[in-house]
């Protein structure tokens, strides 16, 4: 400890005690010349003196630092070169880590974000990411080691004066209180008053929505609003920086105790059998989440004991850190299961980007290795001076590699600063909600520093080695660096070229069902609490006002629309091999309005009890002998008859090959869940506001929701649209570090052997012979990295399978076409300094040095 | 008769010992180890004054400034309280070792 203390002290006041060694030294040496002795160097003695103190590496490191600065300003193109080099690598990677970063690492703007924990309902055999409400009062009064539980019920609601529908978040009155929201006007909800609350019809807007939908008007605190018809009095806008624990944008927030007021009949707040309602506890200090979910469980098994339906055997919540944008990611999801499948899902995805921006990072470090390389060979005189005065390898190669670490620190702060402003540009351009703040943080920073570490590693450690070894004809390595960078930009291309495929197919093939013309109708009967009976009269009445509307082809029913957000997936095991089975409960005319052909059996007829039309991938993989008409299927405990066969219609999940249909008869059970569809024989923009009008003569309580298949078509495209862009850019850059690569070391063997080259001109070679020469010894490691590149996307894209829409991730045409486009721009690089070696003029040549 | 450079574990046991019967400045302790030596060893600059500043370091020593035979301003090395102990026990290594080489020495 002490010796730490005094070391530093050394630091400290290293001029001092260097002086006084001098002079210990110096006395010495008077003393010793008495006795007429000879000695060496002083300085050489006092360095080693001074290796005692232990900050001999500190002064040697400042010199290298300073040297470095010296050679790197002397040539500022070659610097240049390289920091843009690496900073498009490092910056890739920042902005990557970025996104991660505040998704996953960043707590979300609200009070101790790190207690909150999010609970969801799981079981060995169930899962629901959401509880009822009953529920959570229960276990609101009886937690103890949970400070506080709130909660909410996601919806949509209707603005007077507004054609989009809000998106509200009907809270309980702790909520914006438990995580310290902040208000710009006027007050939040009193945190004690959810008993009063739901005679309250008050509303909390969100910042966005004042300003774009009020003008930002100062005196809206105590104005009234239309809502669902309904009016409601303003108490507060949150400031721009809240936006709760729910991922998007939420216009506005309600006690959840006045969800009834807005959606008449709602029962929300009493049935037990729902699940519509997202839970968070607060930990006490001091607690643990072991320790809450221990007692839920608990809670848990009470409430089983008093409501045996409505809880699942075994069941317990399962706990996650709620403070964090992950945790408020993801739809609500109830199935059998674990649940797990769509983490596991965005996990992979994830891997797929870290991977593939790695690629880059290692491109750009293989072009800038072979660039030192290069630049090892004109240094060779300095470096042979450096060498005979006496610096050692060591110390010449620590020197080499300060440089190099000098351009990875410049690299990581231009990386910095370009991955800053991807990441802002790509959050402003999406609809991301305006809380979400992409300016850097430390992590970001200190990644960038970390990354910039590693490529220093990677790029410079291994030519510092060849260079202070003196070994210029370093060809093994640049073959090796040339190759590594053929492979990465390789498999960018290709999961590029697949991306597209994926695109191209997306929007050119057949998916199985017509959706251009056809307007789905979501009247939300069950946040309407409309009971099965309700429900039945009310979307018998919808329908037949519809059918005798005009422009209107054919109407029909299902609880999933096609494209749309709800999905009930049933994972089967079958011989091994899981099947995602998407369930859908539709009437006869489902079929007919989708335009989904029936390929053998018959549709369903009115009367069907227990029968189920399957999809025909789903007859070929569960009874491959196509004797699938009248077999019997298990759902759950109750068989179905299958009576026919549709065609594939990849309604639920466009993207996942892996995904089969199974369609049911809508029962009463399923109607007040149900969606309209209508099929127009016009365009079908047109009909959107008779429908309106339609819906409001039938019921005026109703607020359903429309939407054009087209558009929810459209909104399922941008996301492979964004990749496909981003990763066709990414094999871009890799693409043009390659080919400079490859450019710069034709340019440098030709320059190398011009000589050679002249005498065989002069022996009579022609032009061809002449480029083979100089192409030759770079055949071989293209070759070998394409052959590695195309491996490593075969391997890579597996994890992509199922979100390319049916396109194979072996696509030969992807593969080929990536193949060529890099063979095309190879060849291109290698000709264009290669034909300098055509220009040799024997003569010339000869009389070279 | 050949001059012998020290080992250098040796070298810190030797001035810590010339160091306990009172303060010397470098140029000293190393003639003292000459002369006790009966000038078979000696020490070198090259050696000396990295091994003081280890002592220095390691807080065995301290360096004060006094006045030299010759009139000048130099450093006096004097034993800390740390130093004595370190002595002990390295003199107690020593003699641990150098008795059990004596050993096979005289049985082999």
Redesign the interface.
Same mark, same amino acid.
């Given at each position: 400890m002490t010796e730490l203390f005094r070391r530093v002290r050394y630091l400290l006041n290293r001029r001092r005690y260097d002086r006084e060694l001098a002079d210990d030294m110096e006395f010495h040496r008077e003393m010793a010349g008495r006795d007429g002795r000879n000695f060496g160097s002083t300085l050489r003695l006092r360095e080693e003196a001074r290796d005692a103190w232990g900050w001999t590496w500190l002064d040697r490191f400042g010199q290298d630092l300073r040297y470095a600065t010296r050679v790197l300003l002397k040539s500022p193109g070659f610097t240049l070169t390289a920091v843009l080099t690496l900073a498009a690598g490092i910056g890739v990677n920042v902005a990557a880590f970025g996104f991660f970063d505040l998704f996953a690492l960043r707590p979300l703007p609200v009070r101790e974000p790190e207690t909150i924990l999010r609970f969801q309902r799981r079981s060995p055999q169930n899962y629901s990411t959401h509880v009822s409400y009953p529920a959570l009062e229960f276990y609101r009064e009886h937690s103890r080691s949970l400070s506080a539980v709130f909660g909410l019920a996601q919806t949509r609601l209707a603005l007077e004066g507004r054609d989009k529908l809000l998106r509200a978040d009907f809270v309980t009155a702790n909520y914006l209180a438990e995580l310290g929201a902040p208000i710009t006007l006027g007050n939040g909800f009193d945190p004690g008053s959810d008993a009063a609350a739901s005679t309250q019809s008050v509303v909390v807007l969100s910042h966005s929505l004042w300003e774009s939908q009020f003008a930002s008007d100062p005196s809206i605190v105590g104005k009234t609003v239309r809502l669902n018809e309904r009016s409601a009095t303003v108490i507060g806008v949150a400031a721009r920086t809240f936006g709760g624990l729910t991922s998007g944008s939420t216009d506005v927030w309600l006690p959840i105790l006045s969800q009834p007021y807005y959606f008449r009949g709602s029962e929300l707040l009493t049935t037990i059998s729902e699940d519509s309602v997202m839970m968070w506890g607060r930990l006490r200090p001091g607690g643990t989440p072991e320790l809450a979910e221990a007692e839920m469980k608990s809670l848990t098994a009470e409430l089983r004991k008093k409501h045996p339906s409505a809880f699942w055997e075994r069941e317990y919540l399962a706990s996650e850190p709620g403070g964090y944008v992950m945790a408020a990611q993801g739809r609500q999801a109830k199935g059998n299961g674990s649940g797990e499948h769509h983490k596991q899902e965005i996990y992979t995805i994830s891997a797929l980007a870290g991977c593939l921006v790695m690629l880059i990072l290692a491109v750009a470090c293989g072009n800038l290795g072979n660039l030192l390389l290069a630049r090892g060979v004109a240094r060779e005189r300095e470096i042979a001076i450096r060498v005979s005065v006496g610096a050692g390898r060591g110390r010449l190669l620590r020197q080499l590699f300060t440089e190099s670490l000098l351009l990875a620190m410049l690299g990581s702060v231009a990386g910095l600063a370009l991955g800053a402003l991807t990441l802002r540009l790509l959050i402003r351009n999406t609809n991301a909600p305006a809380w979400l703040d992409p300016s850097p943080d430390w992590r970001m920073v200190a990644f960038a520093l970390f990354i910039g570490f590693a490529a220093a590693m990677l790029f410079g450690f291994t030519p510092a080695l060849q260079i202070a070894r003196q070994r210029h004809r370093a060809t093994a390595l640049r073959q090796i660096l040339i190759g590594g960078q053929v492979a990465g930009s390789c498999v960018l291309l290709i999961v590029a070229g697949l991306l597209v495929r994926a695109l191209d197919r997306m929007l050119y093939s057949n998916p199985g069902f017509e959706y251009k013309q056809v307007v789905a109708i979501d009247p939300r009967l069950v946040a309407h609490g409309y009971a099965p009976e309700n429900a039945r009269s009310y979307l018998r009445a919808l329908q037949d006002r519809l059918r005798a509307a005009p422009g209107v082809a054919s109407v029909a029913l299902a609880t999933h629309p096609p494209l749309g957000r709800k999905a009930t997936v049933f994972s089967s095991d079958t011989d091994g091999r899981l099947t995602n089975i998407h369930t859908n409960h539709v009437d006869s005319e489902f079929f007919e309005t989708m335009r989904i052909p029936i390929l053998r059996g018959r549709p369903f007829e009115a009367g069907d009890t227990q029968t189920a039309v399957v999809s025909e991938s789903m007859a070929r993989r569960l009874w491959p002998n196509g004797d699938e008409l009248g077999k019997q299927l298990p759902m759950g405990a109750t068989k179905y008859t299958v009576v026919g066969v549709a065609g594939n219609a990849r309604a639920m999940a466009l993207e996942d090959p892996d995904a089969v249909e199974c369609y049911f008869l809508a029962g009463a059970a399923d109607l007040p869940g149900a969606s309209v569809l209508v099929r127009s024989s016009v365009a079908p923009e047109s009909i959107t506001a008779m429908i309106r009008t339609v819906s409001k003569a039938t019921d005026p309580k109703v607020t359903p929701e429309i939407e054009l298949l087209r558009t929810a078509f459209g909104r399922r495209l941008e996301g492979v649209q964004r990749s496909a862009l981003a990763v066709t850019l990414l094999g871009g850059i890799a693409l043009l570090l390659a080919c400079l690569g490859i450019v710069g070391l034709v340019a440098y063997a030709v320059s190398q052997r011009t000589k050679e080259i002249g005498i065989r001109m002069a022996l009579g070679a022609v032009p061809t012979q002449v480029l083979s020469l100089v192409l030759r010894q770079f055949s071989r490691p293209v070759v070998i990295g394409l052959l590695i590149g195309i491996a490593g996307a075969a391997a890579l894209s597996q994890l992509l399978r199922r979100q390319l829409y049916g396109v194979s991730h072996l696509d030969p045409i992807a593969y080929s076409a990536a193949v060529a486009v890099f063979a095309i721009a190879a060849v291109l690089a290698s000709l264009v300094p290669a034909r300098r070696a055509l220009r040799v003029n024997p003569l010339d040549a000869l009389r070279h040095d | 008769m050949p001059k012998i450079d020290m080992p250098s574990g040796a070298l810190t046991l030797l001035i810590l010992r010339v160091l306990r019967s009172g303060p010397l400045?470098?140029?000293a302790i190393?003639q003292r180890i000459h002369v006790l030596s009966s000038d078979v060893l000696r020490v070198e600059?090259?050696a =000396?004054?990295?091994? =003081?500043?280890?002592i =220095? =370091?390691?807080?065995w020593a301290n360096?004060e400034w006094g006045i030299?035979e010759?009139n000048?301003k130099?450093?006096f090395y004097r034993l800390t309280p740390a130093g004595r102990k370190q002595l002990d026990s390295e003199l107690s290594d020593y003699h641990r070792v150098h008795e059990a080489i004596q050993s096979v020495l005289r049985s082999a």
């Open positions: - | 400045h470098g140029y190393a600059e090259g =000396l004054y990295p091994a =003081l500043q280890k =220095l =370091l390691k807080g360096a030299s010759t000048r130099v450093r």
